[in-house]
């Protein structure tokens, strides 16, 4: 498999593990924006509003037109005086857990959101790149898909103290256009 960003690699793992129902993209989910900004510098504590147990419920394109609805959970804190967020992921209908791991690299002022597959306990490199502007984070990397180049972009946003989301796209046109394939709505438990 190459090098992947890590939500895709989770995207993969649960599309092989997928067997629920079907929903469709609601239309709050839409639009996608077409262009990334440039990346701001990143602080410690960017991260702090994951900090808690949430409920989580997933929106998985299966196939164009075909959603694959599904409920997570997780466990999230700030570690290093905010500059690492751990986030434990956890999929109990599908047996299925994984890791993000958000670092800042604090001479750099970037961030990197890394991910690791409970089944592989692999770390996957390097880091999709990215920071907050205006309460939005958007992290965007090049990719491959079988051979053919991608941009793959993760976004977190409407962020609230008890809910949030995040979202993956894929361009196929170096960022002219984006298909939206994943979309996690956060509620706090609590």
């Given at each position: ?24 993209l609601p239309a709050n989910a839409a639009p996608l924006p077409t ?35 599904f409920r997570g959970e997780a466990t999230c804190w700030s570690l ?96 002219q256009t984006w298909e939206g394939n994943w979309f996690m709505d ?5």
């Open positions: 498999m190459p090098n992947l960003p890590q939500r895709r690699t989770l995207l993969q793992a649960v599309t092989a593990l997928a067997a629920g129902g079907h929903a469709a262009t990334a900004p440039a990346i701001p510098p990143g602080q410690p504590g960017d991260f702090h509003f994951l900090h808690g147990e949430w409920r989580i419920a997933h929106r998985r394109l299966k196939a164009p037109g075909e959603w694959d609805a290093l005086g905010g500059v690492g967020s751990v986030e434990e992921l956890r999929i109990p209908d599908r047996g299925f857990a994984g890791m993000g791991l958000r670092l800042l690299d604090v001479k750099e002022r970037v961030w990197r959101d890394f991910w690791v597959n409970a089944k592989s306990g692999v770390l996957s490199p390097p880091g999709m790149p990215g920071g907050f502007v205006d309460g939005v984070g958007t992290f965007e990397a090049d990719d491959d898909d079988n051979g053919q180049p991608i941009r793959v972009r993760g976004v977190w946003d409407r962020i609230t103290p008890t809910s949030c989301r995040w979202h993956q796209a894929v361009s196929r046109d170096g960022g956060w509620t706090r438990v609590g």
